[in-house]
């Protein structure tokens, strides 16, 4: 440890009552700053994820405030694709917890190390999900600022094979609440402060300076863009290369990065409208992301050769036939993905 590092205090033991009305059950996470634990309501019994923010962070008021935010940004949302807040509080001995719904599975960050690149309309579907989620977000006048597929947590759910729930938005920005948000809106966002992952960052977002919801727009193309190429649009040996890339180069094809995947002409167009560099002339809203990204499917669906159809058959079985086995998998393996794989939600503490 650093001789300038604060001092952080060890896990809390497992059965250890949080306000007296949570019981830790198991540590899931460590960070730095605090812990993520699988926990129990000891009135219902009820399985929730217990995010600890630990001394002497949780007197430390940024990163206090910024836990808090995090709590009142996913509360005031109510979204099939956003993890729901439970409960809020700080402990009597300053220890501040947010309680949220358990999620069983992985993050998409994980899917793509495992799987590599998706297919089109997989990848779509993914992201059509997010843009709902952010879509909602934004009418409540928060944009979450670090999307990523990290915070991206693929569940089961009513037999979907990839229901997305949202995480993480402690870093979220809090805008005025309209309907739809306006021009006016940039003014009123904070200048000067770099908060994100830098791969993911639209350039206004990477020089600290105004933001507004249209960083997110950027941040789900470049996850589209990484989901069907299982590349990143822009990355650089380092960090400032990365910015230097994102603010200066041009948006690459993705249908040459990942040629075999025969992406649709109307996908490179779509990625230079969703990370322009300028947020004027970027896609201006996450619904008109979906309905861009639907349409892109769709035309690519027009626009296969009729003579080909023997062969699309026998790509679209084999996709289905790969998808069945998956499926079959999942059910083969639930019992030990409880025990095994429960994964609360990957926050960064």
Not at 184 to 193: K, Q, R
Not at 212 to 232: E, N, P, S
Not at 298 to 320: C, F, I, L, Y
């Amino acid at each position: 440890m650093l001789p300038w590092a604060p001092q952080v205090q060890d896990s809390l033991p497992v059965g250890t009552l949080i306000d007296d009305r949570y019981r830790l059950v198991r540590l899931l996470r460590k960070g730095g700053m605090g812990e993520i634990y699988a926990g129990e309501h000891i009135g219902t019994h009820k399985r929730v994820a217990i995010k600890l923010l630990r001394e002497p962070w949780s007197r430390e008021p940024v990163t206090r405030e910024r836990f808090k935010r995090e709590a009142q940004a996913t509360s005031q949302i109510v979204h099939d694709h956003i993890v729901e807040t439970l409960d809020f509080g700080v402990t009597p001995d300053g220890v501040c917890y947010l309680v949220m719904e358990l999620l069983y599975g992985e993050d998409l960050q994980a899917t793509l190390l495992r799987e590599g690149r998706l297919p089109l309309r997989r990848a779509a579907d993914i992201v059509m999900q997010i843009c709902s989620a952010l879509a909602e977000a934004h009418r409540h006048g928060i944009i979450h600022r670090d999307l990523k597929p990290g915070n991206c947590f693929r569940v089961g759910f009513r037999g979907v094979q990839d229901f997305i729930k949202l995480i993480d938005f402690g870093i979220a920005k809090r805008l005025p609440r309209i309907d739809n948000i306006s021009q006016e809106s940039v003014a009123l966002t904070a200048e000067g402060t770099i908060l994100g992952t830098s791969f993911y960052m639209a350039p206004e977002q990477s020089t600290g300076g105004p933001i507004d919801h249209r960083i997110d727009v950027y941040a789900a193309g470049v996850v589209l863009f990484q989901l069907v190429t299982g590349k990143l649009p822009f990355r650089g040996p380092t960090a400032a290369d990365t910015y230097r890339l994102i603010l200066t180069a041009e948006v690459p094809s993705a249908r040459k990065l990942a040629p075999e995947a025969e992406l649709p002409a109307a996908l490179d167009e779509l990625f230079r409208k969703a990370l322009h560099k300028n947020p004027a002339k970027r896609i201006g809203s996450m619904d008109e992301l979906g309905a861009a990204i639907a349409a892109v499917v769709s035309s690519g669906a027009k626009d296969r050769p009729k003579g080909d159809g023997a062969a699309a058959a026998v790509r679209d079985a084999a996709a289905e036939n790969r998808r069945g086995l998956r499926i079959v998998g999942t059910v083969a393996l639930v019992a030990a993905l409880v025990t095994a794989l429960v994964i609360a939600l990957i926050w960064r503490v």
